[in-house]
């Protein structure tokens, strides 16, 4: 499939909030990403429920929320509600993982699984064929603009492999770090998804940005 970009939020003008979303729904990303962060699964906390839900109002692109957040379980059906079509939760934040993608999937979302930079794709192998998305980081979780962690295009290219060997029709989408170098290496190693928010928000032109990452 052509690949797909989710511009992330975190780096957007949050004073002008619905300029910044009707900035996305006329450009080509595919999706916009929601990093949710409690203070407590990560260092920093980013947005809540009532702007999720103001942003879901004017958005007219698929939602595709990053939970980064302890005991995701709680807020599933928040975020059914709140218009998330894609729910990401991590690997390291859920005990009972299948249980979690069973119910993300039983309210229609897509279920996705997310690892940070130190887990490794093996602790995917009795999952990764009931999700429907794999996100890496590709920087620690909590703050944009980071440095991107180079193992990423490696760890991108185990994953795809393991996608193939267990038969899985997930897609891999890749967080953190993302530039148009970055970018083009994970695709050739296999990503599917590619999440920009520095790199397009804080460029002179987003949307021309987007449309270059498109292109990629
Ligand atoms: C980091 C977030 C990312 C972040 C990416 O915890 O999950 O989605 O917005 O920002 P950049 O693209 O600036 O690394
Ligand atoms: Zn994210």
């Known amino acids: 499939m052509a690949h797909l970009i989710a511009p992330s939020l975190l780096s957007a003008d949050f004073g002008n ?27 920093n906390i980013s947005f809540g429920m009532p ?10 692109k698929p939602l595709d929320a990053h939970l980064m957040i302890v005991e995701p379980d709680k807020f599933i059906d ?43 794709v ?8 009931d999700v429907d998305l794999v996100m890496l980081m590709s920087v620690n979780p909590g703050f944009g603009g980071q440095k991107f ?8 290219r185990r994953l795809k492999e393991l996608i193939l060997k267990r ?8 967080d953190g770090g993302v530039n148009y170098e970055t970018g083009k290496r994970l695709l050739e190693a296999g990503a599917d ?5 520095s790199f397009v928000f804080g460029a002179e032109n987003p949307t021309e940005t987007i449309a270059n990452l498109k292109r990629l």
Not at 29 to 35: E, F, Q, R, S, T
Not at 149 to 156: A, H, L, M, R
Not at 167 to 174: F, H, M, P, R
Not at 193 to 197: F, M, N, P, Q, Y
Request: hydrophobic content about 45%.
């Open 193 to 197: 998804v590619l999440v920009a928010g």
């Open 149 to 156: 962690i180079e193992n990423t295009i490696d760890k991108t």
């Open 51 to 60: 702007v999720i839900a103001s942003v879901n109002k004017y958005c007219t």
């Open 122 to 129: 093996s602790v995917l192998e009795e999952i990764v064929a």
């Open 167 to 174: 038969n899985s029709q997930a897609v891999i989408e890749i």
């Open 17 to 43: 909030l619905r300029k910044e979303v009707e900035m996305i729904n006329n450009s080509e990303a595919d999706w916009l990403h929601l990093d949710i962060m409690d203070g407590v699964f990560v260092p």
């Open 78 to 120: 928040d975020f059914h509600r709140l218009g998330a079509a894609v729910l990401n939760v991590h690997y390291e934040a859920c005990v009972h993982l299948h249980r979690s993608i069973q119910r993300i999937k039983s309210l229609g979302m897509k279920a996705g699984v997310t690892l940070n930079p130190h887990t490794p």
